[in-house]
């Protein structure tokens, strides 16, 4: 951004500027016209800048004044807000009063609105002379900014509304239906004003526009002078999109406010920073980031979001939106809480997610990829109402939760504290621990390992073991239908097993306990059923093969027993069986047997 010059020369571009005397275009061919009962007039200071003397403000401290043309050259604009004899200024030197007003009678805002048909080009700065005021300038037909500033001026405003007066003569609201605001070249410097708003159906920004605090509103609006906004039928053709930010574009202020009403139409952002506050977005169309860091809260709303790039909040990272969340390539991070909640689906390529307190995902459907992550220093509930599937790390300082229709687990979920998952479906094939576990769902497939630190509890109907389910806690399952184990189910402290059929083709250990409660068990050549201390196999049909062994006492209830020749049953203690029915084969090993 260009700093205003300390010499000017003489350029015929700078009486483009729309203050022009009432009658007196400078340039016929190009002449920028007062309407003639404004009241407003041209002078210029001795550098040559050009010096708009405002008409005289309204009982509600408002001068408005309208302009065929309105340009502001690179030498830039005075607006006179003077009443003193001579009157310093940044860009002209000193300056004469302005006749139209009366010492006590400044205005407190200037409106320059444009009534021709042309397209306003701002290139330098516009200053206030003598008392600060508030200033917009207004043009239906577009504004393009490559250079332009305020000084002395608290809130700036560019828009392609229409200024609509209350009777006393204040500001209503502004009406916009059509135009744009194009930002260019050498950008915007509003960080002179304590305020920067750009009310327009559609925003342009190609270049830095810097600013304290940024308000931006896009779409066809009524927007009222307290902030108020409600959509209106828009002129001619509908904006491809609403707000877009080029490549050399970008929003630079202490907090930013976007907001964008027009359903369907998109908003592309980047390199958004809020360096003392907030970043707020809201859009009706599909709503794109690429990298936003803000000291405070971000909080991004769209009918659907794609964020790219990394993104930083030093207060909470809110991101929602009605239809899908896509995020790629990047980073969010926040110091406090991060949400993400979708009405479709919750995307994860190549992101890693972090949050100095909880996450919080809530979706219809969630995919991370394997270069995903997620990172919380206390608790992470994911929750989709169709399918969860995980292939990345997700990792929670505290406790983690994930629930679906169908959770599908290939990655690696860790959690310092609890740890749950439920599902109707439950398929894992990565890694699951925690210092305690739950699992729920109708049908449960582990080829994975599922790992607790403490208990492990498991409620499903359907279990079907492949890999590793494991505690140093006790292990409590609870399968209604079918157990089925080729692979390992341990426990340092009890294992205790109900279901109403297993089979049992790998290892079962319990190192304080065993119990199996169910309507059959069948076990394999090879497999392992064992406990340190005492096991109890409550069964109504029981084939066992394979070795099944007790530190302590073995007791076998069953209405049908039968052992396979090469089948082990052992107890450092006493092995105790009843059965209606024993067909025993095989090698039965203890201190005393008792069938």
Known sequence: MHQPPVRFTYRLLSYLVSAIIAGQPLLPAVGAVITPQNGAGMDKAANGVPVVNIATPNGAGISHNRFTDYNVGKEGLILNNATGKLNPTQLGGLIQNNPNLKAGGEAKGIINEVTG???????????????????????????????????????????????????????????????SITINGAGLDGTRSDAVSIIARATEVNAALHAKDLTVTAGANRVTADGRVRALKGEGDVPKVAVDTGALGGMYARRIHLTSTESGVGVNLGNLYARDGDITLDASGRLTVNNSLATGAVTAKGQGVTLTGDHKAGGNLSVSSRRDIVLSNGTLNSDKDLSLTAGGRITQQNEKLTAGRDVTLAAKNITQDTASQINAARDIVTVASDTLTTQGQITAGQNLTASATTLTQDGILLAKSHAGLNAGTLNNSGAVQGATLTLGSTTLSNSGSLLSGGPLTMNTRDFTQSGR??????????????????????????????????????????GKGLTVSAQTLSSGKKSVTHSDAAMTLNVTTVALDGETSAGDTLRVQADKLSTAAGAQLQSGKNLSINARDARLAGTQAAQQTMV
Request: net charge neutral; with cysteine; proline share 3%.
């Open 117 to 179: 048909g042309k397209r306003s080009l701002l290139q330098g700065y516009t200053e206030v002379a003598g008392k600060a005021a508030n200033v917009m300038v207004a043009n239906p037909y577009g504004i393009t900014c490559d250079g332009c500033g305020f000084i002395n001026t608290p809130h700036a405003t560019l828009t392609t509304g229409k200024p609509v007066m209350n009777a006393d003569g204040s500001l209503q609201a502004l009406e916009v239906t059509e135009g």
């Open 469 to 510: 389910t494991g505690a140093k806690g006790k292990v409590d399952i609870m399968a209604s239908g079918k157990l089925t184990s080729t692979g390992l189910l341990v426990s340092d402290d009890a294992l205790v097993l109900k279901a109403q059929d297993v089979t049992q083709n790998g290892v079962l250990s319990g």
